[in-house]
């Protein structure tokens, strides 16, 4: 078994704590994979220390050859894809062919941001006096925190630390405590692919202790933060007191969209999919589904027979459609948000409980679980369960479907299910989210695309794609002037 050793100034150094917290698998909670000692507030003072003193010589560092050590860490992952699929799985519970998939799109990512070292292209600007120009460059910020939730924990990870390595930043990567195995595995894969000591730090630290030393230390110039609503405005408001950078990527409702000519087919799917792959538990799944009236019993007789033909299990069998919830606590609110949908008044049509039996005992499994005649006010169609739980809302028409659809606080993703491209125009124009899908999942992005969310999801720059870069730079101006001569009248 694993004890878990913090990353400090390029060396693997046990912390000191006496807390101490175990890595289980949720699908089968005998199963632990290691142990990690909750870093101290001095371990944490000693990765901001290390990356403030590693800042200069990184800098100073051409950009491509940063870029060189990220391109790399992205073969080196792509060498030990099987092998962090695997740990993935069995950390976190999502099944194999997700891990796969999130091991590849970091890969993707990894791979994008070292291209982006070549092109940190500033712009030439003409000015309105002879004999000047202006140009501008992009400066790195200096030490950042990495703040990452476990749902995710290869694939966040790797889209905030490759590009502000990439930009020139050194970094302190505070993981979910959930998931430190990932963890690791990431920070060795950068240390192997030639990261000069204390430019990527690693704290296994509790959120409310190590991170919020972290986060509100001077040094930091800028906190990338992706998790929960909760955690991240108060995050928000402290490092933004202080004047550092903060961005947030936070929780989501997000909706799909269902009209009456919608390939039932595809929707259903495509519905299933978003609902209830990796248990539910994405920023991004679908939560809820709103449906025209005409085709409203059509599509819960069939998302009801998909629900009820998933195979649940553990994430590590091939054939295993569905996962179980991360934890203890997460498996709790999942079970504690379908009694209040029936205490609400919602028709629980198919799921609303824990998935026993068939080896599935010892893990913290969820039937997938729809919800019809759900109305807009009720708690299941506001606020984030995440878990496999769908909440289908009957609607009259396109326009009160678009009502409902934008009636949260959330603006994360969101998807329509038509072929009548007008409507199809007018919902990409009126809907209130950061992403939107025509005809496809509310889930998944490409990672040279940009990733985030608008309204209660996302503060900040967006993360991935041509943005990756603007959150971890800072523009300098430059004014010149080659007259060779002073200045004659007003200058303002
Ligand atoms: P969380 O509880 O908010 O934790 C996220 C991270 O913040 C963890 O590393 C956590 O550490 C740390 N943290 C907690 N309190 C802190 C504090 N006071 N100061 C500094 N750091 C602190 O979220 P989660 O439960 O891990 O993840 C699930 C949430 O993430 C969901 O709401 C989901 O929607 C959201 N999410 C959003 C996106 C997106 O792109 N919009 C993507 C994925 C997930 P500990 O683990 O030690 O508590
Ligand atoms: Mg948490």
């Not at 078994?1 to 400090?8: E, V």
């Not at 050194?170 to 405590?177: E, M, Q």
């Amino acid at each position: 078994m694993d004890t878990y050793r913090n990353f400090i100034g390029g060396k693997w150094i046990e912390s000191s704590s006496p807390r101490t917290v175990n890595n289980i698998n949720p699908a089968n909670t005998d199963d632990v994979l290691g142990t990690i000692r909750q870093a101290t507030r001095e371990e944490a003072l000693a990765a901001v220390e290390a990356a403030s003193e590693a800042f200069h010589g990184w800098r100073k560092t051409p950009a491509p050859s940063r870029g060189r050590i990220v391109a790399k860490a992205a073969r080196l992952m792509e060498e030990a894809k099987e092998e962090l699929a695997q740990i993935l799985t069995r950390e976190e519970g999502k099944t194999i062919s997700e891990s796969r998939g999130e091991l590849q799109r970091s890969i993707n990512v990894a791979e994008f941001c070292a291209g982006e070292s070549r092109r940190m292209n500033g712009e030439t600007i003409l000015s309105e006096l002879p004999s000047n120009f202006a140009y501008t460059i992009k400066q790195p910020l200096g030490v950042v925190a990495c703040v990452t939730p476990w749902n995710f924990p290869v694939a966040i990870p790797v889209w905030k630390i490759a590009p502000a390595l990439v930009a020139g930043n050194t970094v302190v990567f505070k993981p979910a405590t959930l998931t430190p195995a990932t963890a690791v595995r990431i920070v060795e894969i950068f240390e192997q692919a030639g990261i000069p000591p204390g430019v990527l730090n690693l704290i296994l630290g509790s959120g409310s202790d190590a991170g919020e030393e972290i986060i509100n230390h001077p040094a930091v110039k800028a906190v990338s933060f992706t998790g929960s609503n909760s955690v991240g405005i108060r995050l928000y408001e402290q490092v933004s007191r202080r004047g550092a950078k903060c961005q947030c990527e936070m929780g989501g409702k997000n909706p799909v969209v269902i009209l009456e000519d919608a390939d039932m087919d595809l929707t259903v799917e495509s519905t299933a999919q978003g609902a209830f792959g990796s248990s539910g538990q994405r920023c991004t799944a679908t939560s809820r589904a709103i449906v025209v009236n005409e085709v409203a019993d059509e599509f819960v007789k069939r998302i009801v027979q998909r629900a009820e033909s998933m195979r649940i299990g553990d994430g590590s069998d091939a054939k295993t459609e569905m996962g179980p919830s991360v934890d203890e606590s997460q498996f709790k609110t999942v079970l504690d948000y379908l009694n209040i949908g029936r205490e609400d008044g919602a028709r629980l049509v198919c799921g609303g409980e824990r998935a026993t039996g068939d080896g599935l005992d010892k893990g913290y499994f969820v039937r997938p679980t729809v919800f019809d005649h759900v109305t807009p006010d009720m708690r299941i169609a506001r606020e984030e369960i995440f878990g496999p739980v769908l909440s289908v809302l009957r609607v009259k028409d396109f326009d009160e479907a678009m009502a409902v659809a934008n009636d949260t606080e959330y603006g994360l993703s969101s998807a329509i299910f038509t072929n009548d491209a007008a409507r199809i125009f007018r919902f990409v124009d009126e809907i209130e989210t950061g992403m939107t899908h025509i005809n496809s999942p509310t889930t998944g992005g490409e990672a040279h695309i940009p990733f985030g969310g608008i309204k209660g999801t996302g503060i900040g720059d967006r993360e991935q794609g041509s943005t990756a870069l603007d959150f971890y730079t800072e523009l300098k101006v430059v004014y010149v002037d080659y007259t060779g001569r002073k200045r004659e009248g007003n200058l303002y």
